[in-house]
């Protein structure tokens, strides 16, 4: 192979025999030939024949080898030179620039560090395509047996890829399997049966949806082979016949990592779905459509549920059920179907966050229930949403709010309220003392006029000013946070454009909105809280 010095001369049956000097561009030098040695197609071919032992590295993405790098610098140098002196020359040949911009792409593709990355880093990168466990709202995750997605696909990227995704049991962890939309098939349990060996001891992820009526052999099968490593299942959400889960009945006692479980069984009553996951120790996040959780499972930290009932035939709970760890209370009612009222019988000390949505508005007295918890737990409040309630007298919901001056996020969902009074009781001024001087979120979903909820209009001068006294008077160093977030959305009239800019000035400024400026929703929106 010829070597290429500081200057050269390019002659082909193209160019004829005219010599044509050229500075030398690879070093900068900028020095003049005396002497020339001709760059032909020989040359070039010499280069493209070096380039051609390497075809196996350039299709893949395998790392070089120590030897295999270092021919692979001096290929690549010995390209960058040839382009240069071709670049300098005042007739260009396309096929041979091209050639060697390929030769030039392979090369420096075949040095990226990323193919010499550690393997922790790899396991890392690896680690950010396996999809979270999908909580309440969350869409369904991808399901595990569809090839098109990881960590199948990474299986053939390349020979180190493949060997460090075999060995990496975290990917295979995530399980998510979809028998309410697809068929299973025999190749489908047998890529069940392969993450489950390549998983190893780590810990599942495991997203299961069943159809009803259940009558597949498919389906069964799948559930029982799950069930079969119930001792590894860390984060759990069933979708499935309920004689799938008077099944699981095998796995109790056997659940010693279980933290989040979510159940939900078709075609019987709700009532005994908690029955089998009542003995985890680990349990602290559950949500039911019904069951009463909090006087079986006493370590649970966050509770999803609809109703809080009691199973038929067992006692009434005590006249105070002490909760001392339960943070996060999600329920669509504060009421039951048997006389005994857990909202005037729960007691929770460590109750952060509140959400009490109901089906449909009810009366007032769903706040002096929520007073009564409040009061009686003695707990610090960070979260309050309150859906589909009446909240026409300001006087409870002011009682509510001073009982809660920790209070850092204030949701209101439809139900009949009062929003001018609402508003103004937010409003922060001199001549009243200020409730929940730590709010900073406020989120009024206001929802349109109708026969059932006929108040939903409100002067949208008393909300800018609402909004502008909770960021301002933290700006003047009162003891008020600075409001952080704004969502409005169904808005039943729009906001003059006036206040609008008013709305835009305090974004600019950093306060996060989300508004919305028509009286129907259209599609989704995003939601800042």
């Avoid at 098939?185 to 997203?207: A, M, N, P, V």
């Avoid at 707990?379 to 309630?389: D, E, G, Q, V, Y």
């Amino acid at each position: 192979m010829p070597v290429f010095t500081s200057s050269t001369i390019l002659e082909t049956p193209l160019y004829g025999q005219n010599h044509i000097e050229a500075r030398d561009h690879a070093n900068g030098r900028g020095l003049r030939a005396t002497h020339a040695h001709v760059l032909g197609p020989q040359e070039l071919s010499a280069l493209e024949s070096r380039a051609s032992s390497f075809d196996q590295l350039f299709n893949t993405n395998n790392p070089p080898t120590d030897l295999e790098r270092e021919e692979l610098r001096r290929l690549l140098h010995d390209v960058k030179r040839a382009l240069s002196i071709l670049k300098a020359m005042a007739i260009q040949e396309p096929y041979y620039i091209m050639l060697l911009k390929a030769i030039r792409s392979k090369c420096t593709s075949a040095l990226s560090a990323l193919r010499r990355l550690p393997t922790e880093v790899i396991s890392e990168i690896f680690s950010h395509n396996i999809p979270h466990h999908p909580r309440g709202s969350d869409p369904p995750p991808r399901p595990t047996f569809d090839t098109a997605h990881a960590p199948w696909t990474l299986l053939m990227v390349s020979r180190r890829w493949r060997t460090i995704v075999w060995n990496y049991q975290r990917i295979w962890s995530f399980i998510s399997i979809d028998v309410l939309h697809n068929a299973i098939l025999t190749s489908e349990i047998l890529k069940l049966r392969f993450c489950l060996q390549r998983s190893g001891g780590h810990d599942f992820s495991i997203y299961f949806q069943d159809g009803y009526p259940q009558t597949l052999l498919g389906r069964i099968k799948i559930f029982r082979i799950l069930m079969a490593h119930s001792r590894r299942w860390r984060y759990v959400t069933l979708f499935t016949h309920f004689e799938n889960l008077e099944k699981a009945v095998r796995v109790r006692e056997n659940l010693p990592r279980l933290r989040y479980l979510r159940l939900c069984g078709y075609g019987a009553p709700q009532n005994r779905i908690i029955d089998a996951f009542e003995v985890a120790p680990e349990l602290r996040e559950v949500c039911l459509d019904t069951a009463d959780p909090l006087t079986r499972v006493p370590q649970l930290e966050s509770c999803d549920i609809q109703l809080l009932i009691q199973r038929p035939g067992t006692k009434p709970p005590p006249l105070v059920l002490h909760h001392s760890k339960l943070r996060r209370l999600h329920t669509a009612a504060l009421y039951q179907s048997v006389p005994n009222d857990h909202a005037t019988v729960l007691s929770l000390p460590a109750l952060e966050e509140l959400c009490v949505n109901n089906i449909t508005p009810r009366s007032t007295s769903d706040l002096n229930r929520i007073l009564i918890l409040i009061d009686r737990s003695s707990c610090s409040l960070r979260s309050l949403t309150i859906a589909s309630t009446i909240i026409m007298d300001p006087v409870p919901m002011r009682i509510l709010l001073h009982r809660c001056p920790g209070l850092e996020r204030l949701k209101i969902v439809h139900g009949l309220v009062n929003w001018e009074k609402m508003i103004d009781l937010l409003t922060i001024t001199d001549s009243k003392s200020c409730v929940v001087p730590k709010l900073k979120k406020i989120t009024f979903i206001f929802g349109c006029s109708s026969a059932t909820n006929p108040y939903p209009n409100f002067d949208p001068s008393s909300l800018i000013r609402m909004v502008e006294s909770r960021w301002y008077k933290a700006a003047m160093g009162r003891q008020v946070a600075r409001l952080e977030s704004l969502t409005l959305r169904e808005l039943p009239q729009r906001i003059p454009e006036h206040l609008m800019e008013r709305i835009q000035y305090l974004k600019v400024r950093g306060l996060k909105v989300a508004i919305d400026e028509v009286r129907t929703v259209l599609g989704e929106r995003e939601d800042l809280d």
